[in-house]
């Protein structure tokens, strides 16, 4: 028996995407490039731990690197990071099609939305595809859903333009940090979905606020 991917080498680890096995090399180099891995799979789970720990970031090339949160803003606005978290998650659920990188570019437009408001113009310019902006418009409406809770509880919000800018902003830098740059990786995502209780995307698909 050969690989059934390159044809070649002998097959000795089981791959859950293809359900068949698949040899090692294949399994490296195909890796949510060509195969789209379950989050569970454990060469899948071994190899991102392995590159997370050797890993160097390259600060000059993550999104807005001229931006940097601080992390007093990350507590002071840890509601809204975790709503547009968990509305990220959600997505990802109800559309297998959404990776990293649709996270990554659906953040950026909020983003570059909210910087121009908070200017006191107006340019929205949502992504070109579809999945990306499905998950733009997603975050937008869970940011009015939060501002709308808000003001339901405490007469005002914190949610300003800007506060969404830079919620965005560290958002995508932050995913920018935990991706591994694959085509199909989904490594960010699984790490946003490590802050909820397993038990939250069992849910009706609609947005927690978390709101005290």
């Not at 993550?62 to 990220?88: D, N």
Request: proline content about 5%; glycine content about 2%; overall charge positive.
């Amino acid at each position: 028996m050969t690989c059934p991917i390159c044809r070649k080498r002998k097959p000795k680890r089981f791959c859950p995407a293809k359900a068949e096995t698949i040899c090692a090399v294949c399994c490296g180099t195909e890796r949510e490039v060509t195969i789209d891995c379950p989050s569970d799979c454990a060469y899948l789970v071994a190899s991102r731990s392995y590159d997370l720990d050797r890993r160097e970031i390259d600060w000059s090339k993550v999104p807005f690197p001229e931006t940097k949160i601080p992390a007093s803003f990350v507590v002071a606005h840890e509601k809204l990071l975790l709503a547009l978290s968990y509305a990220i998650c959600l997505q990802a659920r109800d559309n297998r099609l959404v990776v990293d990188a649709d996270v990554l570019a659906a953040l950026q437009a909020l983003a570059e939305t909210h910087r121009t408001l908070s200017t006191g113009l107006y340019y929205e310019k949502p992504p070109d595809y579809r999945v990306q902006r499905e998950l733009y418009e997603k975050l937008k409406a869970t940011v009015e859903d939060f501002k709308k809770v808000e003001v339901q509880q405490a007469g005002v919000s914190s949610a300003r333009d800007a506060e969404i800018r830079d919620a965005a902003v560290f958002l995508a830098q932050l995913g920018a940090t935990r991706t591994n740059g694959r085509a199909k990786s989904r490594a960010y995502l699984d790490f946003l979905r490590t802050q909820f209780k397993a038990e939250e995307f069992s849910k009706p698909a609609s947005n927690i606020l978390l709101l005290p």
